[in-house]
């Protein structure tokens, strides 16, 4: 029921002019204000950051400067001047008025930014040309002269008390359209499940207030037991079983958003906030819809309770299949990107089989309920007995035939009975189901009872009668068994994704909700056409000069050798307790190397584990083995190749490569072979022989260099990553690792340098870091230094900075922040001139797909797509460098942010392929660019030195704790120089 018990009012704001310039804008010296609006104008001259006050700071500084600090100001001016660093710059002519200053203007120092994305200049032309299909539908816009109107939704309780449940939200503005649609002129509106409400053309007025009352049975917050009010003895329904919540809900107008501002976008002019606004409002309207079916939310994705989406991946999580949708623009026009999302939910049904599936255990006395508490913490379930749902608060202490309700034994309850009289009397949750509700508990009856009531009100339900309610999220990170059994189950292939997909715009009909009709927009229903290209594969060179050709993005080592094998003169093998025969292991190694050109001898010595050490801590089995090391061994191995029991995910792993690459600068490589063979060896000396210095394979313009642009020019590769830790592990520190390329002119060798910072922080804050004695301690300048050393003393000229892990929102920060640290750190070893840039970001996470218009397989490694589906203006293009032979290729989406180097498309496309096939650890293009990926590697690797650390110690003579704001981050120990330049990372 609602009911409304306020007009409506409508709201209306007035300006006044006041006075433009201060009276003291007249005593203002003249070369002051020269000198501040030169730094305001001409600050993208110079390369350091330059910080400059509103203009309103000009006036406020006019008001107290005296004659003397005027002419202070001055001289810094006078300093440039005379350096000559305005030449070219018409100083005679006169400066501009200064603009208007609006009166409540507050004086606030902003940082200028001094570069900005570069738009497209061309498109590449190398390849063959393919026909492709992509899951862009192209969408038409009839009425493009339509305005969204922006409202702000606040919602309160009758206390006046600001309610921010989203569940709620949506309740409330359906019911209120039911009731007030004629008030809002039978508008209909897309809202945003929060704060935001959007309609095409304006409400009647400005600002509305409503009353809402919402009526709910009131055995949605019953249990059936007896806390949750008084039962009756049949325990059926009483015929007054509703209550009513009260609500005030405020629609007030907050701006306009033409959907013009999209069409503008599309013409290749720079995209504005209103054109992202009004693609946020489409999107926000397709969110809307899927609200409406049912579907469970995720950001663009939405996902239907279907269980023919479901699919098990083990200890009670299912992963569900769902869709993507989002409104981009692109070259040729508007589109819809449709793709299939999948995402974790916990196992729908009984509770108890939940428990047994989440826990690994075969029956319920095994299950360890101080886990299980944890686990259900919060969860809602749906009753068996009487269809409702609640949420789960706790766990009883006692079983269902030992706890009375509310936990005391002595408490007395009243209950009715048949006639309405009441009497009291001591009754188990147990007792209380089997007299009142007819229902004998089984095995429930020995077990925790579920809490669902309030903390000082608990509410006792059995377990046998609840069931979790299906679309409930599972945020925590998945067990590797979990990955592997997700990917298996949940990939499709190319034909299959595209009949999928292509069957979804059938049936969801976008382009009939009422708002997009509103702006007059069609949604066709098939794949968009395009044109790619098939870029040809590098060539390589492998041992004794030999031409290596990869066909279909694969290569071999099948009769070829290493292009440059070291030779392993000393090293060991240890074992953890796996069941590995280490002698065989080593003769086979030795065979294996001796094919491959890599020289191996004998093992000095073949350690195992003390079977007393099996049982005690990860980091002291470590200890104890290298007590054996360094007793058998007269001084360090060149390499201990490890043996563990595990796969993945060993607990040994950190501690294991901190003590070897911090503490000892020796070079490791842990395997953990299921079945030894010729393939599985060479991948194995693939890694040894690239940590120890040698080179597996080149491309053939590496060697000599033919690499254009680079050939000639000492040119820097950098790839940037940043690694976080699990969702909701808001406590583990972000690692920031940066790769840079040595031996230049090569671009198949890099070092990398790595770094903590804080939680979730994507920008990297330690690539230039000044320390209180003059010196930098940031990661650039070790990559610099090593760069000079390896290059035969060459200092970088041009630099190629590869990110990865940024959204497009962060572009800016990469160029006015983190390109900012490097030049300065660039600087700080006392160079004048500034290396060029080219600066590209790499995306993995998006949702385009390429198709192969007249064949099944995906699309052939080395394909690009520059047109038509990128960005109408910004320099960005899609490739597939690598063959996809399970499930869906995904392209890499590669943005070209600046390029003061000047490659053109086929150069640079060509360059970005190349670099794909100079991953050392494998014989197969990979998806994106090595430099990106090794930088990955690097992250994730010594992020394990700190997993099991007590971060109350110092290591090595380093800080323990670095702070980042307020937040204390434990500092990485940094690598011994035996190994820093290694790549140890493979």
Same mark, same amino acid.
């Given at each position: 029921?609602?009911?409304?018990?306020?007009?409506?009012?409508?709201?209306?704001?007035?300006?006044?002019?006041?006075?433009?310039?201060?009276?003291?804008?007249?005593?203002?010296?003249?070369?002051?204000?020269?000198?501040?609006?030169?730094? &305001?104008?001409?600050?993208?001259?110079?390369?350091?950051?330059?910080?400059?006050?509103?203009?309103?700071?000009?006036?406020?500084?006019?008001?107290?400067?005296?004659?003397?600090?005027?002419?202070?100001?001055?001289?810094?001016?006078?300093?440039?001047?005379?350096?000559?660093?305005?030449?070219?710059?018409?100083?005679?002519?006169?400066?501009?008025?200064?603009?208007?200053?609006?009166?409540?203007?507050?004086?606030?120092?902003?940082?200028?930014?001094?570069?900005?994305?570069?738009?497209?200049?061309?498109?590449?032309?190398?390849?063959?040309?393919?026909?492709?299909?992509?899951?862009?539908?192209?969408?038409?816009?009839?009425?493009?002269?339509?305005?969204?109107?922006?409202?702000?939704?606040?919602?309160?309780?009758?206390?006046?008390?600001?309610?921010?449940?989203?569940?709620?939200?949506?309740?409330?503005?359906?019911?209120?359209?039911?009731?007030?649609?004629?008030?809002?002129?039978?508008?209909?509106?897309?809202?945003?499940?929060?704060?935001?409400?959007?309609?095409?053309?304006?409400?009647?007025?400005?600002?509305?207030?409503?009353?809402?009352?919402?009526?709910?049975?009131?055995?949605?917050?019953?249990?059936?037991?007896?806390?949750?009010?008084?039962?009756?003895?049949?325990?059926?329904?009483?015929?007054?079983?509703?209550?009513?919540?009260?609500?005030?809900?405020?629609?007030?107008?907050?701006?306009?958003?033409?959907?013009?501002?999209?069409?503008?976008?599309?013409?290749?002019?720079?995209?504005?906030?209103?054109?992202?606004?009004?693609?946020?409002?489409?999107?926000?309207?397709?969110?809307?819809?899927?609200?409406?079916?049912?579907?469970?939310?995720?950001?663009?994705?939405?996902?239907?309770?279907?269980?023919?989406?479901?699919?098990?991946?083990?200890?009670?999580?299912?992963?569900?299949?769902?869709?993507?949708?989002?409104?981009?623009?692109?070259?040729?026009?508007?589109?819809?990107?449709?793709?299939?999302?999948?995402?974790?939910?916990?196992?729908?049904?009984?509770?108890?089989?939940?428990?047994?599936?989440?826990?690994?255990?075969?029956?319920? @006395?095994?299950?360890?309920?101080?886990?299980?508490?944890?686990?259900?913490?919060?969860?809602?379930?749906?009753?068996?007995?009487?269809?409702?749902?609640?949420?789960?608060?706790?766990?009883?202490?006692?079983?269902?035939?030992?706890? &009375?309700?509310?936990?005391?034994?002595?408490? *007395?309850?009243?209950?009715?009975?048949?006639?309405?009289?009441?009497?009291?009397?001591?009754?188990?949750?147990?007792?209380?189901?089997?007299?009142?509700?007819?229902?004998?508990?089984?095995?429930?009856?020995?077990?925790?009872?579920?809490?669902?009531?309030?903390?000082?009100?608990?509410?006792?339900?059995?377990?046998?009668?609840?069931?979790?309610?299906?679309?409930?999220?599972?945020?925590?990170?998945?067990?590797?068994?979990?990955?592997?059994?997700?990917?298996?189950?949940?990939?499709?292939?190319?034909?299959?994704?595209?009949?999928?997909?292509?069957?979804?715009?059938?049936?969801?009909?976008?382009?009939?909700?009422?708002?997009?009709?509103?702006?007059?927009?069609?949604?066709?229903?098939?794949?968009?056409?395009?044109?790619?290209?098939?870029?040809?594969?590098?060539?390589?060179?492998?041992?004794?000069?030999?031409?290596?050709?990869?066909?279909?993005?694969?290569?071999?080592?099948?009769?070829?050798?290493?292009?440059?094998?070291?030779?392993?003169?000393?090293?060991?093998?240890?074992?953890?307790?796996?069941?590995?025969?280490?002698?065989?292991?080593?003769?086979?190694?030795?065979?294996?190397?001796?094919?491959?050109?890599?020289?191996?001898?004998?093992?000095?010595?073949?350690?195992?584990?003390?079977?007393?050490?099996?049982?005690?801590?990860?980091?002291?089995?470590?200890?104890?083995?290298?007590?054996?090391?360094?007793?058998?061994?007269?001084?360090?191995?060149?390499?201990?190749?490890?043996?563990?029991?595990?796969?993945?995910?060993?607990?040994?792993?950190?501690?294991?490569?901190?003590?070897?690459?911090?503490?000892?600068?020796?070079?490791?490589?842990?395997?953990?072979?299921?079945?030894?063979?010729?393939?599985?060896?060479?991948?194995?000396?693939?890694?040894?022989?690239?940590?120890?210095?040698?080179?597996?394979? %080149?491309?053939?313009?590496?060697?000599?260099?033919?690499?254009?642009?680079?050939?000639?020019?000492?040119? %820097?590769?950098?790839?940037?990553?940043?690694?976080?830790?699990?969702?909701? @592990?808001?406590?583990? *520190?972000?690692?920031?690792?940066?790769?840079?390329?040595?031996?230049?002119?090569?671009?198949?060798?890099?070092?990398?340098?790595?770094?903590?910072?804080?939680?979730?922080?994507?920008?990297?804050?330690?690539?230039?870091?000044? %320390?209180?004695?003059?010196?930098?301690?940031?990661?650039?300048?070790?990559?610099?230094?090593? &760069?000079?050393?390896?290059?035969?003393?060459?200092?970088?000229? $041009?630099?190629?900075?590869?990110?990865?892990?940024?959204?497009?929102?962060?572009?800016?920060?990469?160029?006015?922040?983190?390109?900012?640290?490097?030049?300065?750190?660039?600087?700080?070893?006392?160079?004048?001139?500034?290396?060029?840039?080219?600066?590209?970001?790499?995306?993995?996470?998006?949702?385009?797909?390429?198709?192969?218009?007249?064949?099944?397989?995906?699309?052939?490694?080395?394909?690009?797509?520059?047109?038509?589906?990128? $960005?109408?203006?910004?320099?960005?293009?899609?490739?597939?460098?690598?063959?996809?032979?399970?499930?869906?290729?995904?392209?890499?989406?590669?943005?070209?942010?600046?390029?003061?180097?000047?490659?053109?498309?086929?150069?640079?496309?060509?360059?970005?392929?190349?670099?794909?096939?100079?991953?050392? @650890?494998?014989?197969?293009?990979?998806?994106?660019?090595?430099?990106?990926?090794?930088?990955?590697?690097?992250?994730?690797?010594?992020?394990?030195?700190?997993?099991?650390?007590?971060?109350?110690?110092?290591?090595?003579?380093?800080?323990?704790?670095?702070?980042?704001?307020?937040?204390?981050?434990?500092?990485?120990?940094?690598?011994?120089?035996?190994?820093?330049?290694?790549?140890?990372?493979?």
């Amino acid at each position: 029921m609602i009911r409304r018990v306020h007009q409506m009012k409508i709201v209306q704001h007035s300006t006044q002019q006041q006075s433009i310039f201060p009276r003291t804008l007249v005593l203002f010296n003249t070369l002051s204000l020269h000198f501040l609006f030169s730094v &305001f104008f001409y600050s993208s001259l110079f390369r350091q950051r330059v910080f400059c006050s509103r203009l309103s700071l000009i006036f406020l500084l006019s008001e107290t400067l005296e004659i003397g600090q005027r002419r202070s100001l001055s001289r810094p001016y006078q300093n440039m001047e005379k350096a000559g660093g305005l030449e070219g710059v018409d100083q005679s002519s006169p400066l501009p008025l200064p603009p208007v200053v609006p009166p409540n203007l507050k004086p606030e120092l902003v940082d200028l930014p001094k570069r900005s994305i570069i738009s497209r200049h061309g498109v590449g032309n190398c390849g063959r040309r393919i026909t492709l299909l992509t899951n862009h539908f192209k969408v038409s816009v009839n009425a493009s002269d339509a305005i969204f109107y922006q409202y702000t939704v606040t919602i309160s309780m009758e206390d006046r008390k600001i309610t921010e449940s989203k569940n709620i939200g949506r309740r409330l503005l359906d019911q209120l359209y039911q009731t007030y649609s004629s008030e809002l002129a039978g508008k209909r509106f897309a809202y945003d499940g929060e704060k935001s409400l959007y309609t095409v053309g304006p409400l009647p007025q400005n600002k509305f207030e409503f009353t809402v009352i919402l009526e709910e049975s009131r055995a949605k917050h019953e249990s059936g037991s007896p806390n949750g009010g008084s039962p009756v003895g049949t325990c059926k329904r009483s015929k007054q079983c509703f209550q009513s919540k009260t609500f005030k809900v405020e629609i007030s107008y907050a701006a306009k958003i033409p959907l013009k501002s999209i069409a503008i976008a599309l013409k290749g002019n720079e995209v504005d906030n209103n054109a992202q606004d009004a693609l946020r409002v489409l999107d926000i309207v397709l969110r809307q819809q899927a609200a409406n079916r049912g579907c469970l939310l995720v950001r663009q994705s939405f996902f239907h309770d279907d269980s023919r989406n479901f699919v098990d991946v083990g200890e009670g999580v299912t992963g569900i299949r769902g869709y993507h949708s989002s409104f981009r623009p692109t070259q040729g026009g508007l589109s819809l990107n449709m793709d299939v999302s999948t995402t974790m939910i916990l196992k729908p049904g009984p509770v108890i089989d939940f428990l047994i599936a989440n826990q690994n255990v075969r029956e319920p @006395r095994d299950i360890d309920w101080a886990r299980a508490k944890k686990m259900l913490k919060n969860l809602r379930i749906k009753t068996r007995h009487r269809n409702m749902e609640f949420k789960i608060i706790g766990l009883s202490e006692k079983p269902c035939n030992q706890q &009375f309700f509310i936990g005391i034994s002595s408490f *007395p309850m009243k209950v009715k009975n048949a006639s309405n009289e009441g009497h009291t009397v001591e009754i188990t949750v147990n007792e209380y189901f089997a007299k009142y509700c007819g229902i004998e508990l089984t095995f429930s009856a020995y077990l925790p009872c579920l809490d669902v009531g309030k903390p000082k009100r608990p509410n006792y339900l059995p377990l046998e009668l609840c069931s979790l309610v299906s679309l409930q999220r599972y945020t925590k990170s998945l067990s590797p068994m979990q990955r592997a059994s997700l990917v298996e189950k949940s990939r499709q292939k190319p034909q299959e994704r595209m009949q999928t997909l292509t069957a979804a715009m059938q049936t969801y009909c976008y382009d009939e909700d009422p708002v997009l009709g509103a702006c007059g927009i069609s949604i066709e229903k098939q794949l968009t056409r395009i044109d790619g290209r098939v870029l040809e594969a590098p060539k390589l060179k492998v041992g004794h000069n030999e031409d290596c050709v990869p066909r279909n993005g694969r290569w071999n080592f099948n009769n070829k050798s290493f292009l440059d094998p070291i030779k392993i003169d000393r090293w060991i093998v240890v074992n953890f307790s796996a069941r590995c025969d280490t002698s065989h292991l080593s003769r086979e190694l030795i065979n294996c190397g001796r094919k491959k050109g890599v020289h191996i001898e004998r093992p000095f010595t073949l350690i195992e584990e003390d079977q007393q050490s099996r049982r005690t801590s990860p980091v002291v089995r470590v200890d104890k083995m290298f007590d054996q090391i360094t007793a058998k061994l007269p001084e360090p191995p060149q390499l201990i190749l490890c043996v563990l029991p595990e796969r993945k995910n060993s607990d040994i792993y950190g501690p294991w490569k901190r003590r070897c690459l911090s503490d000892f600068g020796i070079v490791t490589q842990c395997i953990s072979p299921s079945r030894i063979n010729d393939q599985y060896l060479t991948n194995v000396l693939l890694k040894i022989n690239s940590k120890l210095g040698g080179i597996n394979s %080149l491309l053939a313009i590496e060697h000599p260099s033919h690499i254009p642009l680079i050939k000639d020019t000492p040119t %820097l590769i950098l790839g940037m990553d940043v690694s976080h830790g699990s969702p909701g @592990r808001s406590d583990i *520190p972000s690692i920031a690792a940066v790769v840079g390329s040595q031996r230049w002119p090569l671009i198949s060798r890099y070092r990398a340098s790595v770094r903590t910072q804080s939680p979730k922080v994507e920008m990297i804050d330690a690539l230039y870091k000044p %320390l209180a004695n003059g010196k930098d301690d940031g990661i650039i300048r070790e990559l610099l230094v090593d &760069f000079y050393k390896t290059s035969n003393k060459r200092k970088p000229k $041009h630099i190629i900075l590869f990110r990865d892990g940024v959204s497009e929102s962060q572009f800016n920060q990469v160029l006015n922040i983190e390109l900012e640290q490097i030049i300065k750190a660039y600087q700080h070893l006392g160079e004048v001139d500034v290396p060029k840039f080219t600066v590209i970001v790499a995306q993995k996470n998006h949702h385009t797909k390429l198709f192969q218009a007249s064949a099944p397989e995906n699309v052939p490694p080395g394909t690009v797509v520059d047109t038509k589906i990128v $960005h109408p203006r910004n320099y960005d293009f899609y490739m597939c460098a690598h063959a996809g032979m399970i499930g869906t290729s995904r392209p890499a989406h590669y943005h070209v942010l600046l390029d003061e180097i000047g490659f053109s498309p086929d150069n640079l496309q060509n360059l970005i392929h190349s670099l794909s096939y100079v991953y050392q @650890r494998s014989t197969t293009a990979i998806s994106i660019v090595a430099p990106i990926l090794y930088a990955h590697l690097a992250a994730q690797q010594m992020g394990q030195f700190i997993k099991f650390e007590d971060l109350s110690e110092t290591s090595s003579g380093q800080r323990s704790i670095t702070s980042a704001g307020s937040i204390p981050v434990p500092e990485l120990p940094r690598l011994h120089e035996a190994v820093e330049g290694s790549m140890f990372f493979c």
